[in-house]
């Protein structure tokens, strides 16, 4: 989870990640 919450600026940039990554 930490990694995700660094993550946070990229997730910006690719939203998509991110909801990948909260479906995971």
Not at 1 to 24: H, Q
Request: glycine share 0%; charged share 10%; with cysteine.
């Amino acid at each position: 989870m930490s990694m995700v919450t660094e993550a946070c600026p990229t997730a910006t940039v690719s939203p998509s990640v991110f909801v990948v990554l909260r479906l995971l």
